[in-house]
Every structure is written in structure tokens, then in C-alpha cells.
T-cell receptor, first 111, second 115 residues
Framework: QKEVEQDPGPLSVPEGAIVSLNCTYSNSAFQYFMWYRQYSRKGPELLMYTYSSGNKEDGRFTAQVDKSSKYISLFIRDSQPSDSATYLC???????????FGTGTRLKVLA | NAGVTQTPKFRVLKTGQSMTLLCAQDMNHEYMYWYRQDPGMGLRLIHYSVGEGTTAKGEVPDGYNVSRLKKQNFLLGLESAAPSQTSVYFCASNPGGSGSYNEQFFGPGTRLTVL
């Protein structure tokens, strides 16, 4: 079993839809939870990060962490064609140098 | 600030050839990383460095070597390229320091094909 599991998609939604992207993990030591956005043929860029459990909101994006279920989510409200990209979740434990990445979910928002 | 840069952007090698990928960062970051990204596999850590002169193995280090002679540069070497090393390679850096979150910054990637 991989430490981090992520549905690869692809996920196609109409413009304006609410998108839900998810990852599950097995390592209870993870404390930092990140979401990266990667456009085609580009490097990943950090979208949001959350420490421990709870929600974090940034504009149209909301990140949720449920440590009891070992489950994290990224919600995108009012999705736009410019949101079309691959979204990678990543996690790390406090005091470590390593980040563990999910395989990424490819999202396409149709105009 | 250029951030994290990678050289070259594209390369085609024949099996058995060698090459070096260069990563440079101008943010004075302590930690640097080399990942490879393959379809369905996500980002896998090859080697990393927590400071000038130090390197360590990641998840998939076989067939690669690295050096960090200067803080701002992290080199990834392929001594004898194999078709299985066809991939997109990403370098990343972060400020370093344990016990707190540090944002990881990525380079634009190097697309390598080994024939």
C-alpha cells in the first residue's frame, strides 16, 4: 500500500462547478498537508498548505484535513477553465526533510 | 529572483551515455531535492541535500549520483543512461529548518529521453 493515495482522474467538470479532490494516507506522523497545482509541462507550484487538522480557505480554494480518517480534500468553488491542471497532494512529518506526493489528479474545466 | 532554474530543458541520450543535470537556486535555501515524475507514479525522490557538501539517497537513487559543492547548486548525474531513466526531472528547494513548515519551490523541469 502506498503511503499516499490519490485518484488519478481525469476529472472533467463544467465551468462554475464545485470540484472536490481527495487524498488518503496511512502514516499518522504526517503533520503538514500541501496541495500543489501543476500546469502542463511546468513545475508544481504550491497552492495551499495546512498544519494538522482543520480547514483553510483562500479565495475559491478550501483545504480540509481529517486526521482521524487520514483523509484530505481540496475544494474549488466556481471552477474556471484556468483551473485546468494536475493537482498533487503532498505530506510531510514534523522534523523531516521529505515530502511524500500523491500521483496527482488531472482536472479539466470545460468552458 | 530567478527562483529555481534547471539546465537543460530537454535532452535526448542514447543508452550508455552520461550526462549531468544542473539545478540552481538564488534564494539561499539550505535544502535541495531531485525528483522524477512518471505517468501514474507521481513525484519520486531520487536524492536530496540538507546543506552544502551533504547528500542523501531518496526513494529511487539507483543509477544516479549527485553533488552539492556550492549551496546554490545541486547536480544530478547519470553515469550510464538506461531507457528506464526516461522521465521528467524536477529540482526543488526549501529554506530548511526542522519543526516547522517550509514551502518547497520547484524548477521548470528537464525532459529526458533515453533511446
Amino acid at each position: 500500500q502506498k503511503e499516499v493515495e490519490q485518484d488519478p482522474g481525469p476529472l472533467s467538470v463544467p465551468e462554475g462547478a464545485i470540484v472536490s479532490l481527495n487524498c488518503t494516507y496511512s502514516n499518522s506522523a504526517f503533520q503538514y498537508f500541501m496541495w500543489y497545482r501543476q500546469y502542463s509541462r511546468k513545475g508544481p507550484e504550491l497552492l495551499m498548505y495546512t498544519y494538522s487538522s482543520g480547514n483553510k480557505e483562500d479565495g475559491r480554494f478550501t483545504a480540509q484535513v481529517d486526521k482521524s480518517s487520514k483523509y484530505i480534500s481540496l475544494f474549488i468553488r466556481d471552477s474556471q477553465p484556468s483551473d485546468s491542471a494536475t493537482y498533487l497532494c503532498a505530506m510531510s512529518a514534523s522534523g523531516t526533510y521529505k515530502y511524500i506526493f500523491g500521483t496527482g489528479t488531472r482536472l479539466k474545466v470545460l468552458a | 529572483n530567478a527562483g529555481v532554474t534547471q539546465t537543460p530543458k530537454f535532452r535526448v541520450l542514447k543508452t550508455g551515455q552520461s550526462m549531468t543535470l544542473l539545478c540552481a537556486q538564488d534564494m539561499n535555501h539550505e535544502y535541495m531535492y531531485w525528483y522524477r515524475q512518471d505517468p501514474g507514479m507521481g513525484l519520486r525522490l531520487i536524492h536530496y541535500s540538507v546543506g552544502e557538501g551533504t547528500t542523501a539517497k531518496g526513494e529511487v537513487p539507483d543509477g544516479y549520483n549527485v553533488s552539492r559543492l556550492k549551496k546554490q547548486n545541486f547536480l544530478l548525474g547519470l553515469e550510464s543512461a538506461a531507457p528506464s531513466q526516461t522521465s521528467v526531472y524536477f529540482c526543488a528547494s526549501n529554506p530548511g529548518g526542522s519543526g516547522s513548515y517550509n514551502e518547497q519551490f520547484f524548477g521548470p523541469g528537464t525532459r529526458l529521453t533515453v533511446l
